[in-house]
């Protein structure tokens, strides 16, 4: 929610109250507003992309079932599947150069085998027939329109840390504009309805008119836009990294008894380096190892057997292992969370190392479960879609109404910010307050830090910079 105009929705009059608090109240307004302002200013053009991205990426199964359907679809179903290895034989024998890393059974009849491959050095998707072991398609796996879309939401295209420490920026950001936002725009008095929960549409063009077509849309999805900030944060590098922290320390991620294996494994892998399709609460669970010896080691199909008799939900993805001691991974993010499992099974022996499923999850890692479908749009369904498609088409009508609005209200040779507040007090109270979000979210924090360094080193000491940024 970034507002770039005077809040309309305040008290049209103040001679009921004191004069220092009149005072009090305006300087605060103008804290509020300045930061606001500021925060919007830097990061609109990220939550755009955003929500660009988002709402894309949200109809990801309906897209690429259409984009793709002769890969994804069995032309002619048959009656008798081919194992596991059999497809992945002849996808071998047919593609020389080929290592196959995991396979995918589908829960479908009428849906190929997903195969994940390298090629020549490059990341590749394979479909097969499971009926005939021919290959459908093949795709580059980092040109897919999914994996388009996920790298613009996580990494602005452009890829690597730095993009992806930016989303999380502007996402933390994004928090900070709604809070500031809702108090800028909340009803003080029956007027105020006019504005903040209806608009008034009456003088199209107007600055009046841009103003409502932000502050309406944010008010009535202000909640939508924080859950949809929230359940996005823990795949963030920073906060993410340490909201799994919290949830492993406290044992409110899976408890220590869901690793069948007992002894800590000596490696330090984790099953996000070694299998694909890894549920986010077991991202970072430790990876066992087989017993090695003089054994033959298990065939696909039955690591199949295996997860069928463990009662894993289809579809689910079977990853190879790494090594001789590496180990087979059955794990599923399922499109329904409570059928999430993640197993680790000895190559050798067959022997069940982990097992760990939705029901031994902690607290904490259900919550973030439950949140990452919310946000990807598959908790409850097409619903689940329309209503995360509505939050960012809001969050896109916010941003284009906030820079009509700050185009008509920009002084010519200024950036139109927001006065100072003339109370000190309230400006040091409302960035006591920053301070405080800045701990609770470091990129915050440093990006707090950063700007207080520039506004008091350079801005303030250059005449050209100090008049542009004046109000």
Known sequence: ????????????????????????????????????????????PFLLILAISGSMYLFKPQIEGYLYKDMLMVQNVGTNAMTADA????????????????????????????????????????YADPYTGNITGILNSDET????????????????TWANRLVELAACWAVILVITGLYLWWPRNKSAIWGTILPRLSKPGSRLFWRDLHAVPAFWLSLCMLVLIATGLPWS???GSQIDKLANATNTNYPPYALSFMDKPVSVTVTKDVANDVPWATENL?????????????????????????????????????????????????????????????????AVLTDVRFKDYGLMAKG??????????????????????????????MVVSSYFMWRKRKPQGKLGAPARPKDRRITIGVMIIMLVLGVLMPLVGLSLIIVLLLDLLIIRRIRALKHWFSA
């Open 368 to 397: 973030v479960t439950l949140g990452i479908a919310l946000h990807e749009g598959r908790l409850f369904g097409l619903a689940n879609q329309i209503l995360g498609l509505i939050t960012c088409i809001g969050i896109m009508l």
């Open 286 to 350: 430790p990876v066992p190892t087989s017993a090695f010896g003089d054994y033959v080691p298990l065939a696909v199909q039955d690591v199949v057997e295996i997860a069928d008799k463990q009662q894993v939900n289809l579809p689910y993805t079977i990853s190879m292992p790494q090594g001789k001691t590496g180990v087979y991974t059955v794990s599923t993010s399922h499109t329904k969370p409570g059928n999430d499992a993640t197993l680790h099974i000895d190559q050798y022996s067959g």
């Open 145 to 160: 329109f999914s994996a388009f879309f996920k790298k613009m939401h996580s990494e602005l295209v452009i890829g690597g």
């Open 1 to 44: 929610m970034n507002a770039f105009d005077t809040p309309t929705s305040k008290p049209s009059s103040t001679h009921s109250h004191k004069p220092s608090t009149s005072k009090l109240f305006t300087s605060l307004n103008q804290a509020v507003w300045r930061w606001h302002f500021y925060a919007g200013i830097i990061f609109a």
């Open 237 to 239: 590098g920073v906060l």
């Open 87 to 126: 497809i992945i034989g002849k996808t071998l024998s047919g593609y020389p150069g080929t290592t196959i890393s995991s396979v995918t059974i589908p829960d479908d009849p009428e849906l190929t085998v997903k195969l994940t491959a390298i090629r020549n050095g490059i990341s590749t998707t394979m």
